[in-house]
Every structure is written in structure tokens, then in C-alpha cells.
């Protein structure tokens, strides 16, 4: 009977020592992976911003250590900025985080109001290259107006100079674009997809400068 005490005190004891050694490696090992710091850091969609100023946003301008860098809470300091409207964070082999950002862009100008207009439709008092609004909207109709600026490709927002509230005894919803080409376009709210065609469009018409009118009839008008 004393040799079997002895045997599972030996086998007791060797678990009891391999329990030891795995705490000790697992200890190490999360020492050592909490040590590790970021090392590569890339940025994408940005435009209003450089990627080291996105950085700093994200709180990671020191490169901090890989395990206080959760992707979430990375996410939510960028998403408290007004011109970012979504923040995606990836983290890679512990040392890379990828961030990507889905800007909340100036869309433009107000002047009733002198500020200028993000797409979710906040205001910023900050100058951007952006249309201006000249005029005062009705407010239900500066909601949808708003809505279709956001949905409109952004490269044609950047080539509209001026826009203007244009009704007429048809239409309350029309509103008439001055582009930076020198062209013009009239508007209405249920057709202002039509915009995002406009380069297309003005192809056709071998570099004529005119009115567009995208309101009704689409058709050119050469000014001479």
C-alpha cells in the first residue's frame, strides 16, 4: 500500500510542477505579448485630414502598447470627431492596425445661416471649398434638398460653384447649380440624381457652355 502512495504522490507531484511551469510560459507570454507596441500603422479614405493627424485622432501617435489598443474604443475616438462619419479598425499580427474612414464631407455653404453644411447636416463655422447655398430653403424642403446633396456623387459636388433656390409656378422644388465650368443646371428635388451624370452629359456638347435643364425635358440651351 505504501508504494501506491508513493506513485501518486510522484504522479500528484509532477502534475502539480507541469501546472507550475505552464502558469510560469503562459505568464511570460502575456508579458511579452503586452509589451509588444504598434508598429505599422496605415490610413485610408481620408481627405480632410492627413494620416498623421487621423493618427493622433485615434490616439495612437505614441504607438502604444498592442493590448491597450482595442479596436473599439480606436473606433469611438474617431467617430467623436464632426468630419468623421464612420471609423473602421483592423488589428494584424498585433503590430498593425489598418484604419479605415468614411469622412462626414462639407457639402456647403449657407449663407442664410453662415456656416457651412456637413452631410449628416451639422454645421461647422469652418471654411471648406465647397458650393454655396445663396438663398434662403423652406425647411422641408432643406431637409430633402440636404438628403439629395448627401446622396450625390462628391466629385460633382466639387464641381458646383453656386446653388441656387429657384422656384417657378410648376415646380417649388427646383433649384438652378452654377458650375465651375461656367455651365448651368436647373434641378428639381425628384430628379437630382440626374447630377451625378452631368460629365457625361456635357460631353455631348463638344466643351459648349449653357443651361442644362435637368428639371424638365433635359435638354441643352447654347448661350452664345
Do not use: C, Q
Not at 137 to 163: H, W
Amino acid at each position: 500500500m505504501a508504494k501506491k502512495r508513493t506513485k501518486k504522490r510522484k504522479i500528484k507531484g509532477k502534475s502539480v510542477l507541469i501546472a507550475f511551469i505552464m502558469v510560469i510560459l503562459f505568464t511570460l507570454l502575456l508579458i511579452y505579448i503586452y509589451s509588444l507596441k504598434i508598429s505599422v500603422i496605415t490610413v485610408k479614405g481620408n481627405t480632410l485630414y492627413s494620416e498623421w493627424e487621423i493618427i493622433k485622432l485615434a490616439g495612437l501617435d505614441n504607438y502604444p502598447s498592442s493590448m491597450k489598443s482595442i479596436s473599439g474604443l480606436i473606433e469611438n475616438k474617431l467617430e467623436k470627431d464632426a468630419y468623421i462619419k464612420k471609423a473602421k479598425v483592423k488589428k494584424r499580427f498585433l503590430t498593425e492596425v489598418n484604419i479605415e474612414i468614411e469622412e462626414n464631407n462639407p457639402l456647403f455653404y449657407y449663407v442664410p445661416n453662415k456656416k457651412t453644411v456637413l452631410i449628416d447636416g451639422k454645421e461647422t463655422d469652418s471654411n471648406f471649398s465647397v458650393p454655396t447655398l445663396v438663398n434662403y430653403v423652406p425647411n422641408k424642403i432643406y431637409d430633402s434638398f440636404l438628403e439629395e446633396m448627401a446622396n450625390t456623387d462628391y466629385e460633382i459636388v466639387k464641381r458646383m460653384s453656386e446653388i441656387k433656390y429657384d422656384p417657378n409656378e410648376v415646380d417649388d422644388e427646383r433649384f438652378l447649380i452654377t458650375m465651375n465650368d461656367g455651365n448651368y443646371v436647373y434641378l428639381t428635388l425628384n430628379k437630382f440624381n440626374k447630377i451625378n451624370h452631368y460629365i457625361e452629359i456635357i460631353k455631348e456638347f463638344n466643351n459648349k457652355k449653357g443651361i442644362l435643364y435637368l428639371d424638365s425635358g433635359e435638354y441643352f440651351k447654347v448661350i452664345e
